[in-house]
């Protein structure tokens, strides 16, 4: 499920009405927990949590007029997906999550190596994705990207 939209807000708006709370709610949780300097974007069609030029002037490396991206929210079609990048680049994150996870919910975890898969909306953690979400600082961010993307 592809959304075209050019604001967070408009974002939201097209979402099928049973998404939008819980959709919201996500977005909520992590701008409240992410540390200063992430900024909230449309980043690949999904609500993105990006570093800014402003803050890494060399941006993404796959295409560097856009901003380094960390977390992404999308509205998929059989579920609502949270990629977290430092998840998938930091090991210790990884297993941390893994590890709590259990600890928040009954259900089982659904989980690729950056994506959270939500198919129950009535079964999020919002408070482990606020816990993970302070993990990282955009500072944390830049050298374990550049130490995974500029290996000599």
């Known amino acids: 499920m592809t959304i075209d939209a050019k604001t967070p807000d408009e974002y939201i708006e097209k979402l099928p009405d049973e998404r939008k709370t819980v959709v919201s709610k996500l977005r909520e949780t992590i701008k409240n927990a992410l540390p200063d300097g992430f900024k ?13 030029h402003s803050l890494y002037p060399d941006g993404y490396h796959c295409d ?5 991206p960390f977390i992404n929210i999308a509205s998929q079609k059989n579920f609502i997906a949270l990629y977290h990048m430092g998840i998938y680049a930091d090991q210790k994150l990884y297993d941390w999550f893994v590890n709590e996870y259990p600890k928040h919910m009954t259900t089982k975890l659904d989980m690729g190596k950056s994506c959270i898969r939500f198919k129950n909306m009535n079964k999020i953690p919002f408070d482990l994705i606020a816990e993970l979400c302070q993990k990282m600082t955009p500072q944390d961010w ?9 290996k000599s």
Request: proline share 7%.
């Open 40 to 52: 909230e974007c449309i980043n690949y069609k999904m609500i993105g949590f990006v570093v800014p």
């Open 142 to 150: 830049i050298e374990l990207y550049e130490l995974n993307t500029k």
């Open 64 to 68: 560097q007029k856009l901003p380094l």
